[in-house]
């Protein structure tokens, strides 16, 4: 069964400390892995899609990189505005449906000025 | 990145009264949509996909009868809570898929949290 699995639940930055944060994964067959930024009280919001190790893609100070079994979202020196929750998804052949995505928990990141 | 409006964004209602939620793609057409649940502090919980012009698969444990599931157009997916109970006071999300130029991605819709009394 697919599984995906982001590290740490919870982080707190100062502004300008840069970090990363993890997404594991095992899947049969991956049709690409998602990067999705969710604020409180909202839909997610669509970052990055990576679909083959070694891909890499960038916006503003997010970085999000890609291995056979897992994926970082780089964050360079954040900044308050970046607090959210970043939830990581794939999309895999399971059971023939290759539209479904499964979702990790998500990393809450928090940056204090 | 695409826009996909859902509404309301809050409803309250009775105890045995239904609630119809929308879901629209508005600058691309979506032969798929899903509908997601989302509980405090918690991950997304995929409902059902919801199939243009066909009947939607509902994930299991997730009843069809109750959650009623309309994707009449390629813009637009309804997904209607039949009698709720205050159990089904959650965080409801929408997606659209959109295929348009060899993408497959997912836009998200702002939520409904629905609270019955």
């Known amino acids: 069964e697919d599984q995906v699995t982001q590290s740490p639940e919870a982080l707190r930055l100062q502004e300008g400390e840069s970090s990363s944060l993890n997404c594991s994964y095992t899947?049969?067959?991956?049709?690409?892995l998602f990067w999705y930024r969710q604020d409180p009280g909202k839909g997610p919001e669509f970052l990055f899609t990576?679909?083959?190790a070694g891909e890499e893609k960038e916006k503003e100070r997010l970085k999000a990189t890609l291995t056979k079994k897992e994926s970082f979202l780089h964050i360079t020196a954040p900044k308050p505005e970046d607090s959210a929750t970043y939830l990581c998804?794939?999309?895999?052949?399971?059971?023939?449906?290759?539209?479904?995505?499964?979702f990790g928990t998500g990393t809450l990141l928090a940056v204090q000025p | 990145g695409a826009v996909v409006s859902q509404h309301p964004s809050r409803v309250i209602c009775k105890s045995g009264t239904s609630v119809k939620i929308e879901c629209r793609s508005l600058?691309?057409?979506?032969?798929?949509m899903f509908w997601y649940r989302q509980f405090p502090k918690k991950s997304l919980m995929l409902m059902a996909t919801?199939?243009?012009?066909?009947?939607?698969?509902?994930e299991q444990g997730v009843e069809k009868d109750k959650f009623l599931i309309n994707h009449a157009s390629l813009t637009l997916s309804t997904l209607t809570v039949t009698s709720a109970h205050p159990e089904d006071s959650s965080f409801y999300i929408c997606?659209?898929?959109?295929?348009?130029?060899?993408?497959?991605?997912?836009?998200f819709g702002a939520g409904t949290r629905l609270s019955v009394l």
């Open positions: 997606s659209a898929r959109d295929q348009g130029q060899g993408r497959n991605i997912q836009y």
């Open positions: 998804a794939v999309r895999s052949n399971y059971g023939g449906a290759t539209n479904k995505l499964i």
């Open positions: 919801s199939n243009e012009g066909s009947k939607a698969t509902y």
């Open positions: 600058d691309f057409q979506a032969t798929t």
């Open positions: 990576l679909y083959s």
């Open positions: 899947v049969s067959g991956l049709r690409g």
